[in-house]
């Protein structure tokens, strides 16, 4: 009984809350969805299950690279419109040489590029990541907005059309899920991204290279977005004017509302980023199934659920800043202890 008490007592706040808010959403729009004329859930059925899957593929796998970076206490903002050029410049790459498969390549090095340029940035010139990629959100929209004025939109090779072949993208993105997720939770650079997350004073102190782990982290971030921009050509069937638009955001809410604290730290973990990415999607496809897809109203939902991850997001940080004093004061207090009885 006292092994289940204890247990109960680790259990974090942050942790539990992921969960209660995507059994909510889940249910709350597969009630909203009935459809008394069919006697049908909308939400369950197979066609909006596999759209669900389908357009969180792409915020799950960007996620999984940007993680590193939130677990710094970092943010990068710049992923919606390194998806696009990495898109575009490889798309535009494959149709030039007639090459169909530098597709691949392309997006992913231009994505790690404009990843590793962050990192730099933000490691050696001490710039507020906020800030910097704020910038780049900005610019290289421009510069995306611009090369596509002569490049046009280019639909998918034809010879790497196999890949939208759910039997094909399905398990490429297991696999792609698997390999980061166990590069964030068993290796070093998960596990010192998080250290930096909680106190990155102390990691230097204990020798953790921070700036190093800085680039690691967003050149992870930029890799990923490199490779969502692959799998937005294969759902979409090629690039578009709006692609990769509002994603950053998208993927931060994603994170947050999976439960990972804005300073990052112990609290990233990355189950939370299928949380949060599944919950934002069925908010979206529920808005759409009963009738409340304009955009005034996907916004408003969106705002309010920042709005409401935030207050979270403080009232964990508090709890957490508690028990942290909590447990320095019952430090002191045995070395007090300790030292009276000498």
């Not at 962050?118 to 090369?147: D, E, Q």
């Not at 490199?226 to 950053?248: D, H, K, P, R, W």
């Amino acid at each position: 009984m006292s092994k289940m008490k204890e247990k109960l007592r680790k259990l974090n706040f942050q942790d539990v809350v992921p969960f209660v808010a995507f059994i909510v959403i889940f249910l709350f729009f597969t009630f909203a969805s009935y459809n008394s004329r069919t006697g049908t859930f909308q939400m369950l059925t197979l066609r909006n299950l596999n759209t669900i899957v389908s357009q969180a593929m792409i915020t799950i796998v960007v996620a999984t690279g940007a993680m590193f970076v939130v677990a710094q206490g970092s943010t990068d903002l710049s992923v919606g419109v390194n998806l696009a050029l990495s898109g575009v410049i490889g798309s535009y790459v494959a149709y030039i040489t007639g090459i169909d498969w530098l597709l691949i390549p392309v997006s992913l090095a231009m994505g790690l590029i404009v990843g590793i340029f962050n990192g730099v940035i933000v490691s050696k010139c001490k710039v507020s990541s906020f800030m910097l990629t704020l910038a780049m959100l900005i610019g290289v929209r421009g510069l995306v907005n611009y090369l596509q004025t002569f490049t046009d939109v280019q639909s998918i090779p034809g010879s790497l059309s196999f890949l939208s072949n759910s039997a094909v993208k399905i398990p490429l993105f297991i696999v792609i899920l698997v390999i980061m997720c166990y590069v964030f939770e068993f290796t070093k650079v998960g596990r010192y991204s998080r250290a930096i997350g909680e106190n990155e004073t102390t990691a230097k102190f204990v020798g953790i290279p921070t700036d190093r782990l800085k680039i690691i982290a967003f050149a992870l971030s930029g890799l990923m977005a490199g490779v969502g921009a692959i799998f937005y050509i294969i759902n979409m069937g090629g690039t578009s004017n709006q692609m990769g638009s509002f994603l950053e955001i998208r993927v931060i809410m994603a994170i947050y509302l999976g439960g990972v604290l804005v300073t990052g730290g112990s609290s990233a973990k990355f189950y939370k980023i299928l949380l949060g990415s599944f919950s934002i999607q069925i908010i979206i496809t529920g808005l759409a199934l009963i009738g409340k897809s304009d955009v005034q109203y996907s916004q408003t939902v969106q705002g309010l659920l920042l709005l409401l991850i935030l207050f979270l997001s403080m009232l964990a940080g508090s709890r957490r800043r508690r028990h942290v004093e909590h447990l320095e004061v019952s430090e002191e207090a045995g070395k007090a202890k300790v030292i009276d009885r000498k």
